[in-house]
């Protein structure tokens, strides 16, 4: 699905909902297409095919000049029904997601507020008209997150509120401004932030009263939980690309040694649970970045040659490249707060298991090997099942580095020296000191990050738009 598409689901969803859970009712407009761009902060485009498949579905009817009207009729009991199996089904996962974000977004915040109060001005000291007033408090979240530019993380912010249903019940025209003559105020942000925190955690309280009051009327406490999950949206294919980090990963570990042969298409597909068609789109996937190697009759081999530099300009590598670099971006705001608060609730046993594997490490200088092995411990161990569907993704995502470090060493280059590192994680986990251990993640992905944008910068997603433009 593209990203294009992915924004059309969230206008979709986000007025489907609302229909069905009676907050807007029957004749009433909502609001005008303008008036949701400028909400959304979406194109005209995207948020009219998402109007025209509510349309199609019999949830308004939309006349040229004029707001969509609400044509669904539904009776109170109904639209109390639709919104207890939605929310019962999640309840779980709201609350999951509720303890997740104070983790996530915290680091995210105060960033991106730096970002905005710098960007607020252009190089002639004028106003920027992308920091003028926000009249809804989500806006402001949306605003902070644009200045990281990196689609992964909005995605990721989008589909947080969905899963949500961005808390039933507002109608989001309570109206709030963060600017002083369009000048950005970061005490007014912060108080903003802290109003609508406050304004949307007594929603969910209502909401989990709600629930407990009404979930037996419907016989729903039998009933199994719906997970959040996060989706990577991708402009091709998912599937090849994810088993594809799959495979690079195990190489890297040398599950399958270089010089040694893969599966067969057969078992690789029984193994991964995949297709055979996904399984040979996979190979085709690794032979072209020199990871392995197809001979007819023969089988896959293992080679991890150099790569092919012309490859460079394919489409699909460069996605890859910015989906591992915005991954990256992701984990280095997040990943203090996320292993301390890992570490410190995992078992002494299971925190022995990492030590000893970072350990391996000794023997190998491999940044990305390096990543994985913090990235599988909290994708695994992480108390907060939403942090573990997060980092798993993300870890899928980081696994692409290999691009990245095979280009390093193609240009005669070598990986950064891990030993002292190593060491230094050593120490801290043999100390029980997570506070350190938290500390030397940070600088370490910080400065990958900053290496990375360095050798790659975003013109390979500039360029990724430009061809879109073009088709």
Same mark, same amino acid.
């Given at each position: 699905?593209?990203k294009?598409?992915?924004?059309?689901?969230?206008?979709?969803e986000?007025?489907?909902?609302?229909?069905?859970?009676?907050?807007?009712?029957?004749?009433?407009?909502?609001?005008?297409?303008?008036?949701?761009?400028?909400?959304?902060?979406?194109?005209?485009?995207?948020?009219?095919?998402?109007?025209?498949?509510?349309?199609?579905?019999?949830?308004?009817?939309?006349?040229?000049r004029?707001?969509?009207?609400?044509?669904?009729?539904?009776? %109170?009991?109904?639209?109390?029904?639709?919104?207890?199996?939605?929310?019962?089904?999640?309840?779980?996962?709201?609350?999951d997601?509720?303890?997740?974000?104070?983790?996530?977004?915290?680091?995210?915040?105060?960033?991106?507020?730096?970002?905005?109060?710098?960007?607020?001005?252009?190089?002639?000291?004028?106003?920027?008209?992308?920091?003028?007033a926000?009249?809804?408090?989500?806006?402001?979240y949306?605003?902070?997150?644009?200045?990281?530019?990196?689609?992964?993380?909005?995605?990721?912010?989008?589909?947080?509120?969905?899963?949500? #249903?961005?808390?039933?019940?507002?109608?989001?025209?309570?109206?709030?401004?963060?600017?002083?003559?369009?000048?950005?105020?970061?005490?007014?942000?912060?108080?903003?932030?802290?109003?609508?925190?406050?304004?949307?955690?007594?929603?969910?309280?209502?909401?989990?009263?709600?629930?407990?009051?009404n979930?037996?009327?419907?016989?729903?406490?039998?009933?199994?939980?719906?997970? *959040?999950?996060?989706?990577?949206?991708?402009?091709?294919?998912?599937?090849?690309?994810?088993?594809?980090?799959t495979?690079?990963?195990?190489?890297?570990?040398?599950?399958?040694?270089?010089?040694?042969?893969?599966?067969?298409?057969?078992?690789?597909?029984?193994?991964?649970?995949?297709?055979?068609?996904?399984?040979?789109?996979?190979? %085709?996937?690794?032979?072209?970045?020199?990871?392995?190697?197809?001979?007819m009759?023969?089988?896959?081999k293992?080679?991890?040659? #150099?790569?092919?530099?012309?490859i460079?300009?394919?489409?699909?590598?460069?996605?890859?490249?910015?989906?591992?670099?915005e991954?990256?971006?992701?984990?280095?705001l997040?990943?203090?707060?996320?292993?301390?608060?890992?570490?410190?609730?995992?078992?002494?046993?299971?925190?022995?298991?990492?030590?000893?594997?970072?350990?391996?490490?000794?023997?190998?200088?491999?940044?990305?090997?390096?990543?994985?092995?913090?990235?599988?411990?909290i994708?695994?161990?992480?108390?907060?099942a939403t942090?573990?569907?997060?980092?798993?993704?993300?870890?899928?995502?980081?696994?692409?580095?290999?691009?990245?470090?095979a280009?390093?060493?193609?240009?005669?280059?070598?990986?950064?020296?891990?030993?002292?590192?190593?060491?230094?994680?050593?120490?801290?986990?043999?100390?029980?000191?997570?506070?350190?251990?938290?500390?030397?993640?940070?600088?370490?992905?910080?400065?990958?990050?900053? *290496?990375?944008?360095?050798?790659?910068p975003?013109?390979?997603?500039?360029?990724?738009?430009?061809?879109?433009?073009?088709?």
């Amino acid at each position: 699905m593209e990203k294009n598409n992915e924004l059309n689901e969230l206008i979709y969803e986000y007025y489907k909902s609302r229909i069905l859970f009676g907050i807007y009712r029957y004749g009433e407009q909502l609001k005008s297409v303008p008036q949701i761009c400028s909400s959304f902060r979406l194109a005209r485009n995207t948020v009219q095919i998402a109007l025209n498949r509510l349309e199609e579905e019999g949830y308004i009817k939309t006349e040229k000049r004029k707001a969509a009207r609400v044509i669904y009729q539904g009776s %109170e009991e109904l639209f109390r029904e639709n919104v207890v199996r939605y929310f019962a089904l999640r309840r779980e996962g709201i609350q999951d997601i509720q303890l997740s974000s104070n983790l996530l977004f915290s680091s995210i915040w105060e960033k991106g507020m730096q970002n905005l109060r710098l960007g607020m001005q252009n190089r002639n000291g004028e106003a920027d008209t992308a920091g003028k007033a926000a009249y809804e408090p989500i806006r402001l979240y949306i605003d902070v997150l644009n200045t990281f530019h990196n689609d992964l993380m909005l995605g990721l912010f989008w589909q947080s509120m969905r899963y949500i #249903s961005y808390f039933y019940p507002p109608r989001d025209d309570r109206k709030a401004n963060y600017a002083v003559e369009d000048l950005l105020s970061v005490e007014k942000a912060k108080r903003l932030k802290q109003e609508t925190d406050a304004y949307y955690l007594n929603i969910y309280l209502g909401i989990v009263d709600f629930i407990e009051t009404n979930h037996e009327t419907y016989h729903l406490e039998h009933e199994a939980q719906i997970p *959040f999950t996060w989706t990577i949206y991708r402009k091709r294919p998912q599937m090849r690309y994810t088993l594809a980090s799959t495979v690079i990963r195990e190489i890297l570990w040398e599950v399958y040694p270089v010089g040694s042969y893969l599966p067969s298409l057969p078992k690789m597909a029984e193994r991964y649970q995949v297709s055979l068609i996904t399984v040979r789109r996979t190979l %085709e996937v690794l032979n072209s970045l020199g990871i392995t190697k197809t001979y007819m009759g023969v089988g896959t081999k293992v080679c991890l040659e #150099s790569i092919d530099m012309d490859i460079m300009g394919r489409s699909e590598i460069r996605e890859n490249l910015r989906l591992h670099g915005e991954a990256m971006q992701i984990l280095a705001l997040t990943v203090h707060d996320v292993t301390l608060h890992t570490l410190e609730a995992a078992k002494k046993e299971r925190k022995e298991e990492l030590l000893q594997t970072i350990r391996m490490l000794r023997d190998k200088n491999n940044s990305i090997l390096c990543i994985d092995i913090l990235m599988d411990f909290i994708s695994s161990e992480c108390s907060l099942a939403t942090i573990r569907e997060i980092y798993g993704k993300l870890r899928e995502l980081i696994a692409w580095g290999y691009i990245f470090s095979a280009v390093i060493a193609g240009t005669g280059q070598t990986e950064v020296h891990l030993h002292e590192f190593i060491c230094q994680l050593e120490n801290a986990l043999q100390a029980d000191n997570s506070g350190v251990f938290a500390d030397l993640w940070q600088s370490f992905i910080e400065e990958r990050v900053n *290496f990375f944008y360095k050798k790659f910068p975003l013109w390979n997603t500039s360029r990724d738009a430009v061809d879109e433009e073009k088709r």
